[in-house]
């Protein structure tokens, strides 16, 4: 049997399908096992396809995305869902309440055909997905630590973690601020903890880089602001940051913490991509250790690549304190796993109980 990844391609464009499965198919470790034209015809031929990943679009005939959803998930209980749409303000939307309902990622398509064959961009970033989502961690380059803790191995949940840099300290320092960083998975891990630290960050300010492009990134803040009862926004550049407010980086801009007429405010600036991302969670990181240094505290969630792990080694090397996801509740370990890697971390734990920790943290009773 071929230990190749599975994938099945759901779209009612001819030409998509048949590039989609072109890319898979040229790529050694995937192969396409199915090419449907709607999601009914999906559901007839799931059992016999058995994928690991499905490329779901939405806008379909005879039966949509959204309605075969939970469908495939009843009849193939595990299968990673991708989700595909093109870029608008209705599709992003649908892709966010697609995630809460089951799917495991989204990435937006070029809105023609033409598009989807001349981008590069979608090419890769949809073939990465589909390997990150099935091998579960993926880690574009090593991140060395700065202050290179010394290895010993490190407790988890579930038992040890071998060769793995130790935990710091958490700091004595009651947090100003809260970061968080995160990817693939993480909007559905964010409105988890964003609703389990709800009462402990009415006071201070959180700063929310998810790894997004435009729109998306709007949608996510109305839905955090949903979770935690209060605002939530895409910030802008030279905004004074205010307790209380929920700041999300809006996508395709990088979105950093820096100081305006004495007090914290953020810059929102265009600019290359950092980490093959933008917006990216290391500048964010950075800005936060060099203006709250020790009152910093960061959550690393689930997420492909290494983004974030600098950023988490400054605020560590500040005296500030970063929690990251487990591996067995991430979507993805890339991003968590750099940071720990990287010995950044004061915690490592299950999504279920970074809110408590954090909230705990935050409170100032550090244990």
């Given amino acids: ?53 499905i490329v779901l679009d939405i806008e379909m005939p005879v039966m949509d995305g959204m309605t075969a959803l939970p469908e495939l998930l009843k009849l193939k209980p595990g299968v ?11 599709n992003a939307e649908i892709s966010m309440k697609a995630l809460s309902l089951g799917a495991t990622d989204y990435i937006p398509k070029p809105e023609s055909n033409r598009g989807v064959t001349t981008s590069v961009d979608f090419r890769t970033a949809l073939l990465e997905k589909i390997k990150a989502l099935v091998l579960r961690k993926a880690v574009r380059a090593p991140v060395a630590s700065v202050s290179a803790p010394a290895m010993q191995p490190l407790a988890e949940a579930g038992g040890l973690v071998k060769d793995t840099p130790a935990l710091r300290s958490f700091s004595p320092v009651k947090p100003r601020i809260l970061a968080i960083g995160s990817s693939t998975g993480g909007p559905q891990a964010l409105a988890r903890v964003i609703e389990d630290v709800a009462a402990a960050t009415a006071g201070i300010p959180v700063v929310i880089t998810q790894h997004m492009p435009p729109t998306f990134t709007a949608i996510l803040a109305e839905h955090l ?57 290391d500048p964010m990181f950075e800005g936060v250790a060099q203006v709250y240094g020790s009152a910093a505290l960061a959550l690393v969630l689930t997420g492909m690549g290494h983004d974030g792990a600098k950023g988490a080694v400054r605020i560590a090397d500040a005296g500030g304190a970063v929690i990251a996801q487990d591996e067995a509740t991430s979507v993805v370990w890339g991003m968590p796993g750099a940071a720990v890697e990287a010995g950044a971390c ?6 279920e109980e970074i809110g408590r920790k954090t909230s705990t943290v935050l409170q100032g009773m550090v244990s």
């Fill in 225 to 281: 602001s949903r979770s935690a009862g209060r605002a939530a926004k895409e910030g802008s550049d030279g905004e004074k940051i205010e307790p209380g407010t929920i700041y999300v980086a809006p996508g395709g801009f990088h979105m950093a913490v820096t100081e305006k007429d004495g007090a914290p405010a953020l810059s929102v600036k265009d600019g290359p991509m950092i980490n093959f991302c933008k917006p990216a969670v």
């Fill in 1 to 53: 049997m071929s230990d190749k990844i599975r994938v099945m391609v759901v779209d009612d464009s001819a030409v998509v399908r048949g590039l989609v499965s072109r890319w898979v198919d040229e790529d050694s470790g995937l192969e396409t096992v199915g090419r449907f034209a709607n999601g009914q015809l999906a559901l007839d031929g799931i059992t016999g396809c058995a994928p690991d990943v």
């Fill in 80 to 90: 990673k869902i991708i989700m595909s749409s093109t870029l608008t303000r209705k």
């Fill in 346 to 351: 004061a915690a490592v734990l299950p999504l």
